[in-house]
């Protein structure tokens, strides 16, 4: 997965130089992600923007609550690491006005096995397995799990259950509840573990190894709440720099890399309105 993703960013780099322009980049921007890969692709677009007036420097945190409050606080000036689904989570409990600028891309949830269980159908009675913490990312895993027969949900839960919706526990499963950065790393301590894209290249594992993907392998359509997002405060949402920021990751070369480098899917589209679908989402639980 290492040398995958250092060759796609050495073709692009040389694809980048030949077409560089020279200009003085002029407003300086910081953009907090998370996760050695994500940076990679987001200096791509960094060398991008510098031809279009815009210096980016890429500010790389190692958890998923830096991030926001570094954008709170005015530390950096967008962020590229979360679902709206956390967004909406993080601005109702925080009341901080962030918007979500541009579409990123759609992380699968993988579950991935200990050696000797090589599909869904050879995981044994009283089997272990670690799922994230936080609420918008344990119920991608409830979900996942209650697709492989471990668990049973609540109907009437939807698309969003959370540890109190699960009525039924099946096989002796155990559910070991971690930090997100954790999980990939219990496993052998675990039988599976329950981790997104982001996790999984960070980790060095090839999503390919993955006994399930909640993309791939499930009947169920993507939530829209699930798309990452390109997120700023509400008052710069139309600020020329940050949406040429936006244009410069979703061009083809960008798109092609994330798709090379990661175990992510594009998530954008031409029409996309991810600030109307968000106040969608807000306005629901008012």
Not at 245 to 272: K, P
Request: aromatic share 6%; charged share 30%; hydrophobic share 40%.
């Amino acid at each position: 997965m290492k040398k995958k993703i250092l060759g796609a960013l050495a073709a692009l780099s040389l694809f980048s130089l030949a077409g560089c322009q020279s200009s003085q980049a002029e407003e300086h921007l910081k953009i907090g992600v998370v996760g050695d890969a994500s940076a990679d692709i987001w200096e791509e677009v960094a060398d991008k923007v510098a031809d279009q007036g815009v210096d980016l420097e890429v500010v790389t945190f190692s958890d998923y609550v830096q991030p926001n409050r570094a954008l709170a606080d005015g530390d950096i000036d967008l962020n590229a690491f979360q679902h709206l689904a956390f967004l909406k989570e993080y601005v109702e409990d925080s009341g901080d006005d962030f918007v979500p600028v541009g579409y990123t891309a759609i992380s699968p949830t993988f579950v991935f096995a200990v050696e000797g269980i090589d599909s869904p159908e050879d995981i044994p009675e009283g089997a272990s397995v670690a799922i994230p913490n936080t609420v918008t990312n344990a119920e991608r895993s409830f979900l996942a799990l209650q697709d492989l027969g471990l668990l049973e949900l609540d109907p009437e839960a939807g698309s969003a259950p959370t540890v109190d919706d699960i009525e039924e526990v099946k096989h002796g499963l155990e559910i070991v509840e971690l930090d997100p950065q954790q999980v990939a790393r219990a496993l052998g301590d675990t039988d599976l573990a329950i981790i997104g894209s982001q996790q999984t290249v960070d980790a060095d594992y090839d999503p390919q190894d993955a006994i399930y993907n909640d993309v791939e392998d499930s009947d169920r359509e993507v939530d829209p709440l699930k798309k990452n997002a390109i997120v700023t405060l509400r008052d710069r949402q139309d600020d020329p720099a940050i949406l040429k920021v936006v244009d410069a990751y979703q061009s083809d070369d960008i798109s092609q890399l994330v798709v090379d480098v990661t175990a992510d899917l594009v998530a954008w589209e031409e029409g996309d309105d991810p600030i109307g679908d968000f106040d969608r989402a807000l306005e629901e639980d008012r």
